[in-house]
């Protein structure tokens, strides 16, 4: 075998509990992952001439092709352990997720071009080798190794796999900003420590400290509300998985980019009008809308594939109304199934 083709799926978090710092100076957190039918594809061909990328991402996208590429660097790390058995590769990265959007997709390139070169060059590597090398690379890396469903503690590399449950839908609307989930942690810091805010973000930082002094506090940190919601997946209780469903960055997210609330009113609107009830009482028996990790894209999750495609055409029929005079990008997909995954390689 020469070549090989890799499915590197995007994932989503349906739960984000941020921790203390760890000593490594990250944030620990406790989060819910999911994978998504959502992917880049890469082709990784056998190359005695060393290490090549090439990517057909959209140039306004600026997505690096050397070694500031997360695809290179799992190369780059496979190859320098294994000297011998990788003489060089040529990956082509054909780009759909988008960046900076809390999706993973970089992370998901990464782990997939770890899974495509041990099979490409017959290195057989156990997970727990395959684990080892993806958390040199990034907190995502690990789990978009499985890309199923997992809970991941630590910088999310520590992960308990879990049934994936039922399918879900998911409406992803990924505005043209993104966001630094650098920026992101400081203004959630904020909330916690004001000795925190220094260098970037050090102004919304004071006043994202401020707001979750008051009223606003609740939307500063998670509620343990993660056993409910594992609960409500394993018994295939929409309302109860949407009742539990939470993300503590959302709110630092919207203080940095205000824009991000305009978003959600607007999504929000259009699916009061889906369930028919302007007053809101059964949104929550409809779907849940929250951002995906630090952001910046929004995701509405559904039970029925019917209502995340009418809250798509919704969408699509009220784009002159989406903050800014905006487009957003829009992508339907579905939470992973087994299926999927024995479908990863061609």
């Known amino acids: 075998m020469d070549s090989i083709t890799v499915k590197a799926y995007a994932k989503v978090n349906m739960s984000l509990a ?12 406790e989060t819910l992952f999911r994978g998504i039918s959502l992917w880049d594809t ?9 290490m090549e ?6 140039r306004e996208w600026g997505l690096p092709e050397g070694r500031e590429n997360l695809a290179w660097q799992a190369a780059e790390l496979l190859r320098s352990a294994y000297p011998k058995e990788i003489s060089g590769v040529k990956m082509q990265l054909h780009k759909a997720i988008p960046l900076d959007a809390g999706l993973g997709g970089g992370s998901a390139d990464a782990a997939a071009v770890l899974l495509g070169l041990d099979r490409l060059f017959a290195l057989k590597l156990d997970e727990e080798n395959l684990g080892r090398f993806a958390a040199q690379l990034g907190s995502d890396v690990s789990f978009c190794l499985h890309a199923l469903a997992a809970v991941g503690h630590g910088r999310g590399d520590e992960l308990m796999l879990i049934p994936p449950g039922a399918p879900l839908w998911v409406l992803l609307i990924k505005p043209s900003f993104g966001l630094s989930a650098k920026d992101v942690y400081a203004c959630w810091d904020g909330c916690n420590d004001e000795t925190a805010c220094a260098g970037e973000g050090a102004t919304v930082c004071a006043e994202e400290a401020s707001a979750c002094a008051g009223d606003e506090a609740s939307g500063c940190a998670g509620d343990g509300k993660l056993a409910h919601l594992l609960a409500g997946l394993q018994g295939d209780n929409p309302a109860r998985i949407w009742e539990n469903m939470f993300n503590d960055l959302e709110e630092s997210a919207f203080r940095l980019e205000g824009r991000l609330r305009a978003y959600r009113q607007w999504v929000e609107e259009a699916m009061l009008g889906l369930a028919g009830d302007r007053e809101g009482k059964v949104l929550t028996q409809v779907g849940k809308i929250m951002l995906c990790g630090s952001g910046s894209t929004l995701a509405a999750f559904f039970a029925k594939e019917g ?4 809250l798509e055409k919704k969408l699509r029929e009220t784009m002159s109304q989406a903050p800014e005079g905006e487009s957003p990008q829009l992508f339907l997909a579905r939470t992973l199934t087994p299926a999927d995954l024995a479908e990863r390689f061609a």
């Open 18 to 29: 941020v921790k203390e710092k760890l000593p490594d100076g990250y944030h620990g957190i």
């Open 53 to 58: 990328l090439h990517c057909d991402a959209p």
């Open 307 to 310: 209502h995340a495609r009418l």
């Open 42 to 50: 890469l082709v990784l061909t056998k190359n005695n001439r060393g």
